[in-house]
């Protein structure tokens, strides 16, 4: 895999989209370890995440995840979201933002066809239809398949790069980071998913260094 070319990609897709670049930015130099099963196992915590963000009951995602045995699907701090008390604002803010991470991470099983631009909030419309638990959990997980290794690692690479573009005022004239909300959020949760693609660790571990 030539990383210098996929890094030259990238590149091109900021100057069409006018997104400065970082110049100091490594080239990625990583590859895929994750199976298809792991990515589709972290598509079902995302799921109920999202949902808990908007208004679904944790107490009733629960007993779904226990009737269909998923609790090995999550981190122990996400069931104990689940299972908490109600969300405060901020709490709700927070995981709001793993709708992307899911989006992102369906475009990576090649459920949906592209990739939106990161310029707005991603619709889950497409999406829904194609997860548990509108289809049967264990044939999801049993029949998931990635998209090839460099594909996901061009998007790991975009994705880095427009991180870094983006949260760093002094490439927009000093302009403050929050000047380009949500663009920054949005490429924040679609990039943890990528480097999660890339490791071992846990999702929580993931860092988002730029």
């Not at 995981?95 to 990161?118: F, K, R, T």
């Amino acid at each position: 895999m030539n990383y210098r070319t996929i890094r030259k990609e990238s590149q091109r897709r900021l100057r069409n989209a006018k997104v400065p670049e970082h110049p100091n930015l490594p080239l990625l130099d990583e590859y895929p370890q994750r199976s298809a099963q792991d990515v589709a196992r972290r598509i079902v915590a995302l799921y109920c995440l999202t949902g808990l963000a908007n208004g679904a009951s944790g107490s009733a995602m629960l007993d779904w995840i226990q009737t269909e045995s998923l609790e090995g699907y999550f981190e122990p701090e996400e069931l104990g979201a689940l299972a908490g008390p109600t969300p405060t604002e901020e709490q709700l803010s927070a995981l709001s933002w793993c709708q992307e991470s899911l989006y992102a991470g369906v475009w990576s099983m090649a459920l949906i066809h592209d990739l939106a631009w990161p310029d707005a909030e991603c619709s889950l419309d497409p999406v829904f239809p194609r997860i548990p638990p509108e289809v049967d959990a264990g044939s999801f997980i049993l029949d998931a398949s990635l998209r090839s290794a460099e594909q996901l690692v061009h998007a790991a690479d975009l994705y880095y790069c427009l991180d870094a573009a983006l949260r760093h005022g002094e490439l927009w004239g000093g302009a403050p980071v929050e000047s380009r909300y949500p663009m920054v959020q949005i490429v924040m949760e679609r990039r943890r998913i990528f480097e999660w693609i890339m490791q071992t660790g846990r999702w929580s571990d993931v860092v988002l260094d730029t």
